[in-house]
């Protein structure tokens, strides 16, 4: 919990003034009302359409007793307290770089364009074996993100897991400094932020802001198996340790068995000794993950036998759920986001899968110039995998093209989601396997529960 007095220290020259009682402790920071709980701090930040200023008053309402604000409200509820900064965002960075700074966990920092969140899920349960750990909640990442976790730091806290997100060239540094990471690991360099940051070199440029951030006496995992993430060892300072399948991969898997949705075994080699593993993480993907945690234990003190046995114990911690679908179908929910490469990695999922196989693929974003030929490698992908494959979106229209000239069993397409959830009602049956995945702004989670709730199956996405 954070004092007032921590609050102050903390803020120090970024803050202009205190309104209000002073005798509150903070539980957390958040930066959305609607989910400010007794306890809180708000942090209200502005936006391009939206100023947390006009929100604080709702804050306090839902339980926040404190608020990081550049502007007070018309009236101040009683026992709350107003912190008042001109830059609410540079403040709350202070804030979190001081915090941090009062306690010393073991800091790993994972960054990549897909595959952060499951490695962090994996690497977290691993070093969870030894370790109390802290990982970063939801999608708390970026210049936003990480501060509010970086504040849920607590002195029991050994190690914590956290993603770095990137949405402009210099996060990931800014990100560093404020975490102060021992261990990092990338996981990939993907097109997805190409339509901000201008081309896959500018995103590798960006993501590789990690290493070279890292001291001497650190180390970095990075995936031998892209070529762009592989060359970042010649930009760092730190101890590199790569990973992959790869034979010149210094920890690497081989001997792979999938198993589709029940799961996967592999055999890891590290400095010359090897542990057989098996794991209900589904997908082959998953092994990359498995190999970046591997790297920071092994560099954390475990052995390689401890890592095996933790790895055999993981959740399956991947935004895809195996759900049950209708007419005792099998539904692989993945709508949460996607990109090109892991639009590859769920299909390479479904195709380990038994019985007949559907996809229900829509738009990747922010692909920039990029985005039609990548749209067309997924169809192409998809032609290899699907028995039936159901496109929705403008841009999904190239991916529906492609698969039929690659000879695509039977591939539909429609601009947009009307009906599609009656398609695939009509379609299910005993034993398939159904694979909905698209970018965010798709919504094809709306999709998901319709199927299964006009089936009786349930939306409990859990």
């Given at each position: 919990m954070l004092t007032h007095t921590d609050l102050v220290t903390g803020l120090g020259s970024t803050l202009r003034a205190t309104v209000g009682g002073d005798d509150r402790t903070v539980e957390r920071a958040v930066a959305d009302s609607r989910l400010c709980r007794p306890g809180d701090l708000f942090v209200a930040l502005p936006g391009e359409s939206l100023d947390g200023a006009d929100y604080v008053t709702d804050a306090f309402a839902r339980g926040a007793v404190a608020?990081?604000?550049?502007?007070?409200p018309e009236t101040l509820p009683a026992g709350r307290t107003l912190y008042l900064a001109d830059d609410p965002l540079a403040a709350l960075q202070a804030?979190?770089?001081?915090?941090?700074?009062?306690?010393?966990?073991?800091?790993?920092?994972?960054?990549?364009?897909?595959?952060?969140?499951?490695?962090?899920e994996v690497m977290a349960h691993v070093l969870g074996a030894r370790a109390r750990v802290l990982k970063t909640e939801g999608s708390l990442n970026g210049e936003i993100g990480l501060p509010l976790m970086l504040l849920r730091l607590r002195p029991e806290d050994e190690v914590a897991v956290l993603e770095l997100g990137l949405f402009w060239k210099g996060e990931i540094r800014l990100q560093c400094e404020l975490a102060r990471p021992r261990y990092g690991a990338v996981t990939n360099i993907g097109y997805t932020h190409a339509e901000r940051l201008g081309s896959i070199d500018a995103i590798a440029a960006a993501k590789r802001e990690l290493v070279e951030w890292l001291p001497p006496e650190c180390t970095v995992a990075l995936n031998a198996d892209d070529a762009r993430v592989l060359a970042m060892a010649g930009h760092a300072r730190c101890h590199v340790v790569t990973y992959g399948l790869g034979t010149d991969a210094e920890v690497r898997a081989d001997a792979i068995e999938d198993f589709g949705l029940n799961g996967l075994a592999f055999r890891i080699t590290a400095g010359g000794l090897s542990a057989r593993v098996r794991t209900?993480?589904?997908?082959?993907?998953?092994i990359g993950n498995c190999l970046a945690a591997t790297v920071v234990a092994l560099a954390d003190g475990m052995t390689l036998i401890e890592v095996a046995e933790a790895l055999a114990t993981a959740t399956n911690p991947l935004r895809l759920k195996a759900l049950p679908g209708p007419n005792g179908s099998t539904l692989l929910d993945d709508t949460y986001n996607a990109g090109p490469a892991s639009m590859a990695a769920a299909l390479d999922l479904l195709a380990a899968t038994p019985g007949r196989k559907l996809a229900v693929l829509g738009d990747m974003l922010e692909l920039g110039e990029m985005e039609e030929r990548l749209h067309r490698a997924l169809g192409e992908h998809a032609a290899r995998v699907a028995d039936l494959t159901l496109f929705v979106g403008p841009r999904a229209r190239w991916a529906a093209e492609a698969a039929r000239a690659a000879g695509g069993r039977e591939v539909r397409y429609q601009e947009t989601q009307d009906g599609l959830a009656t398609a695939i009602l009509a379609e299910a049956r005993p034993g398939d396997t159904i694979l909905l995945k698209a970018s965010r702004g798709m919504a094809l989670e709306q999709i998901v529960a319709a199927v299964r709730g006009a089936d009786g199956c349930g939306t409990d996405k859990e």
């Open positions: 608020a990081l604000t550049a502007r007070a804030l979190a770089g001081w915090w941090r700074a009062r306690f010393d966990p073991r800091v790993a920092a994972i960054t990549g364009t897909v595959g952060k969140t499951s490695t962090k209900p993480l589904l997908g082959r993907h998953s």
